[in-house]
């Protein structure tokens, strides 16, 4: 069975540019969350869905977006990025979105320049 | 919000027995897990409490105590894979109905030299 898949791997953007990131989460999971992890910290958490709808939502400004398809599969959309937007951008589901442990995928590796 | 405490950097010897620990303080609290996560790869679950006391499995042993906002993780017998970052997470209930959050600890590299 295949885990949580995200794409790309790696993604090199500009400062102000608008970047996409895409996350397929383990087949039957209809939650998923992405989190940002900076080189030497923990993950933080940026948003939740759960049936295609927002269930939570931390301590990002507006131009952190995201959306959740019909087949669960999720967009995290960063606009006009900034130079500390660079980081690794993690993906994770779980079955229901409670009290259930989370799978993460690789991450993709944001670079702003 | 949260504040979670763990240690920077651990190093211990192969064979040997470690113990990294975690503090928290947090509002509804809902579940304290731990994750290991290898240079440029993804956390993987390694164990999760919500009550007091302690849960083994096999090399890893996690305790938890609510009331002194405490938990570690206990690896036994170390082997070189087990150099890696351990992540501390606190769940909570998140903003939004029935949502849930973790807030993860910086993290913990252990460093398992021979």
């Known amino acids: 069975d295949a885990g949580v898949t995200q794409s790309p791997t790696h993604l090199i953007k500009t400062r102000g540019q608008q970047v996409t990131l895409r996350c397929s989460p383990i087949s039957g999971h209809k939650s998923v969350s992405w989190y940002q992890q900076v080189l030497g910290q923990g993950p933080q958490f940026i948003f939740q869905y759960y049936e295609k709808e927002e269930r939570g939502r931390g301590n990002f400004p507006d131009r952190f977006s995201a959306r959740q398809f019909p087949n669960y599969s999720s967009e995290l959309n960063v606009n006009a990025l900034l130079l500390g937007d660079s980081a690794l951008y993690l993906c994770?589901?779980?079955?229901?979105?409670?009290?259930?442990?989370?799978?993460f995928g690789s991450g993709t590796q944001l670079s702003v320049l | 919000g949260q504040n979670i405490d763990q240690p920077t950097e651990m190093t211990a010897t192969e064979g040997a027995i470690v113990q990294i620990n975690c503090t928290y303080q947090t509002s509804g609290f809902n579940g304290l897990f731990w994750y290991q996560q290898h240079a440029g790869e993804a956390p993987t679950f390694l164990s999760y409490n919500v009550l007091d006391g302690l849960e083994e499995k096999g090399r890893f042993s996690s305790f938890l105590s609510r009331s002194k906002g405490y938990s570690y993780l206990l690896l036994k017998e170390l082997q070189m894979k087990d150099s890696a970052s351990y992540l501390c997470a606190v769940r909570e209930l998140g903003s939004g109905a029935g949502s849930y959050q973790l807030t993860f600890g910086k993290g913990t590299k252990l460093s398992v030299i021979p």
């Open positions: 994770a589901s779980s079955l229901a979105g409670g009290n259930e442990k989370l799978f």
